[in-house]
């Protein structure tokens, strides 16, 4: 059963499809990646996931039951990209205070807030003011405030946006973490060599529609383009063949081949070897999710053309 | 805990603790005090001690004309415009000297031109002395008999002259109404902006900071507005109530501290003075009469209405200033821009109000006291006068529920606009857009 699924969802500007007809779902424990360039509606989409707006049409369920916000919402936590605290006040009060708007208690909220610090290493923090703190330190401090309330489904929009190498291994640790520990992630970025790293499952959407749904190696063995990388000895002069033609050769002696329909990797190697050339390496090679993002979004206009400007109010970011 | 109350925990005690509140708090009324002692004691260093020569061929002033503390007279008949300043006098005082039926030709010859506290005294004294001598003389009635009558008179009248019929109040408690009137309409528009404004800066902090989108996913839009109004409209109470305690504190202080005839001084003195300082002096003045008449004041219901147009006028104010905090961006003057159009019956309501401290009863006052975007100001200068006979019952809940039901209309409008509007990134929307807000 899926934690969350949207069914045929919908959203309608005065002139504009923020979302238009999307349906997706994502298994409990996974960490989902939604993709899409500026203006795709990815906001809108979360807003409609963490009760903010309310869809035109479609469907929402949690955990199998319709979506509603007012109950499931202490199930869910949402953090926004950048900021989101309040700059004078004090660190343990500003997650004190969020704690309970989700509907902690005072003392288990004082509990978790704790356990968090000491994780990473915050304790010094409390009574500091969040316009003290660095960037780096307030996306932490947010971070804490998202999933303090163990919610079932965590949202994160560009968790890592301003977080040096350091911290941001340390946020995605935590990730990996709460995901083992059953926590469903969805991911919201477009930063994609994150997305390899982390997602199991992304979700890529333009000009209000989903165009790609997959795992991440779905979705790569979708767009592979039956290109290998072999490297040689030393390259060696090649007789035309009908079972490849070369791509790209480059210096450090190896040959980017692309294999032509009909026909496998292992012929390629067969007729490299009749051809007595001496092989050190062979792998294929895989479009990196950048490149897929690049290709499909290329195709459509690379940004929404507003109708007027009432369209690009409602469409918000 | 209802998360509308932790929100206003979160605004008020965040507001409560800064150190700029607190030295407000306590400051304000300290200045206020300090600034009306200073007042007081430069109108008193003022009053000089004028000596002035009279000369009187017919004696109709002699025997009555009488030196008081502002002025002393001299009878002489050495001294004339030439040598008055070399035996010591300020002013020569020629009394004419074609009997006691032409009384027209006083001349008054100074060289630097007397203080106008001076003048009045002398004019007030002479007329004084002339009207004593024209009864003892034309109708051998000795004077004193006649302010025996009179203040026997005065004495029988005193409680008719407070409330009769007309519903007129006595001169003193007039200017002790208007006195307060003033004050407590001024702190209400001082109040109206300050906390106003403290509100739209508060939501445009949470919509800047994307707070709000943290926030709203959590508790409704309306709840977080609501808990931000009454969160800071109970940091603005708590004000107003450390600085009643504070200034009664501090007057019963000051009253114990300075004489009651400098107070008088003070009060008779304040009348004369001109130009910018006089409302300042009339001000003084109300507070010296104000020691007799205080008690003519019905001080629960000014204190009880105060707060009641306190609220009310915030409440439906705030919430419209909500509504712009939520509009606009980081852009101070987009703010201002859309804040203009609230603070216009804003600035209308003290023009009323200047208007209606003299006339309470007129009409435009009335209804302005009843109409809830002004009625906060415009009824708050009303009430001092006196309920039920300036302001009847019917007209004080009439503008009270008109006010309830105001601000109650102004939320509910705020709210649409709060909703979508904190959610909104950009440019600041346009009126169509924001009533296209109001209307989904």
Excluded at chain 1, 15 to 38: C, M, R, Y
Excluded at chain 1, 99 to 124: D, H, N, P, T
Excluded at chain 1, 177 to 205: K, N, Y
Excluded at chain 1, 271 to 279: C, T
Aim: aromatic residues 10%; proline residues 4%; contains cysteine.
């Amino acid at each position: 059963m899926y934690l969350l699924e949207t069914r045929n969802l919908k959203k309608y500007y005065a002139t504009q499809k923020a979302v238009d007809d999307i349906s997706f779902g994502i298994e409990p424990g996974k960490i989902f990646g939604l993709l899409g360039p500026n203006g795709a509606g990815k906001t809108t989409l979360l807003r409609m996931i963490t009760g903010i707006f309310y869809p035109d049409e479609g469907q929402i369920l949690f955990e199998g039951k319709p979506f509603d916000p007012q109950n499931d919402i202490g199930r869910i936590g949402y953090m926004p990209e950048e900021r989101g605290l309040y700059k004078k006040m004090k660190i343990g009060e500003q997650a004190l205070y969020l704690a309970q708007l989700r509907g902690l208690s005072k003392s288990e909220a004082m509990e978790g807030i704790k356990e968090w610090f000491v994780k990473l290493e915050m304790e010094s923090w409390w009574n500091k003011k969040v316009e003290d703190l660095s960037k780096g330190m307030s996306q932490k401090l947010q971070f804490v405030t998202t999933v303090l309330h163990r919610p079932k489904l965590i949202i994160l929009d560009e968790p890592f946006s301003g977080l040096d190498p350091v911290n941001s291994n340390v946020i995605k640790e935590e990730i990996h973490e709460l995901a083992r520990r059953g926590a469903t992630i969805i991911f919201s970025t477009h930063r994609m060599e994150q997305v390899e790293e982390i997602c199991d499952q992304i979700v890529l959407v333009n000009r209000g529609k989903k165009i790609l749904d997959g795992t991440v190696k779905e979705v790569k063995q979708q767009f592979k383009k039956h290109l290998f990388r072999v490297g040689f000895e030393a390259l060696p002069a090649l007789q035309e063949t009908p079972v490849f033609s070369v791509a790209d050769a480059s210096k450090d002696g190896t040959l980017t081949v692309k294999i032509n329909d009909g026909y496998g990797p292992n012929a390629v190697l067969q007729s490299l070897m009749q051809q007595g050339a001496v092989i050190h390496s062979f792998n294929e090679v895989l479009p990196s999710l950048n490149d897929i993002f690049i290709q499909l979004v290329e195709s459509t206009p690379a940004s929404r053309q507003f109708l007027n400007r009432e369209a690009s109010m409602a469409n918000g970011r | 805990m209802n998360k509308t109350l932790i929100i206003i925990k979160r605004e008020y005690l965040s507001r409560v603790r800064k150190k700029t509140f607190i030295l407000s708090t306590l400051l304000t009324p300290l200045l206020f005090a300090l600034f009306f002692a200073v007042v007081i004691y430069i109108t008193v260093k003022n009053v000089r001690n004028e000596k002035v020569a009279v000369i009187d061929p017919t004696g109709i002033l002699q025997q009555n004309l009488t030196s008081s503390k502002a002025v002393n007279y001299q009878f002489t008949t050495d001294a004339d415009t030439g040598n008055f300043l070399a035996k010591g006098f300020t002013a020569v005082l020629y009394a004419p000297n074609t009997g006691i039926n032409n009384t027209g030709n006083f001349k008054l010859v100074s060289e630097k031109s007397l203080s106008r506290v001076a003048n009045e005294r002398i004019e007030k004294d002479i007329t004084q002395a002339l009207e004593s001598n024209l009864i003892s003389q034309k109708l051998h009635i000795n004077p004193k008999q006649i302010d025996s009558l009179k203040q026997q008179a005065r004495t029988i009248s005193i409680d008719a002259v407070k409330k009769d019929e007309m519903g007129e109040l006595s001169s003193s408690n007039f200017d002790l109404a208007s006195g307060i009137g003033y004050v407590t309409a001024f702190l209400i528009y001082i109040t109206l902006f300050v906390y106003g404004v403290m509100v739209m800066r508060g939501v445009m902090e949470e919509k800047t900071n994307r707070i709000a989108e943290v926030i709203v996913s959590s508790v409704k839009p309306f709840q977080l507005m609501l808990g931000k109004i009454v969160g800071i409209g109970a940091v603005g109470l708590t004000q107003f109530l450390m600085w009643i305690i504070l200034l009664a504190l501090l007057f019963s202080g000051i009253s114990m501290l300075i004489p009651a005839s400098v107070m008088e001084q003070a009060a008779q003195a304040g009348g004369g003075m001109g130009g910018a300082n006089a409302q300042t002096s009339d001000a003084i003045r109300n507070i010296a009469s104000a020691q007799q008449t205080l008690s003519s004041v019905n001080w629960p219901m000014v204190i009880g209405s105060f707060i009641f147009y306190f609220l009310g006028g915030y409440l439906f104010y705030a919430s419209l200033f909500a509504a712009v905090g939520s509009a606009v961006n980081e852009d101070a003057q987009d703010a201002q821009s859309l804040t203009f159009p609230i603070t216009i019956p804003i600035i209308l309501a003290i023009v009323i109000m200047i208007n209606s401290i003299n006339d309470p009863s007129s009409t435009l006052a009335v209804w302005a006291s009843i109409i809830p975007f002004t009625s906060p100001i415009v009824m708050m200068s009303r009430i001092p006068f006196g309920v039920p006979d300036t302001v009847p019952y019917w007209q004080l809940g009439l503008s009270a529920v008109l006010l309830v039901a105001g601000f109650l209309a102004t939320t509910w409008l705020s709210a649409k606009i709060y909703r979508t509007g904190i959610l909104m990134y950009g440019k600041k929307p346009s009126w169509k857009e924001m009533i296209k807000w109001i209307s989904r």
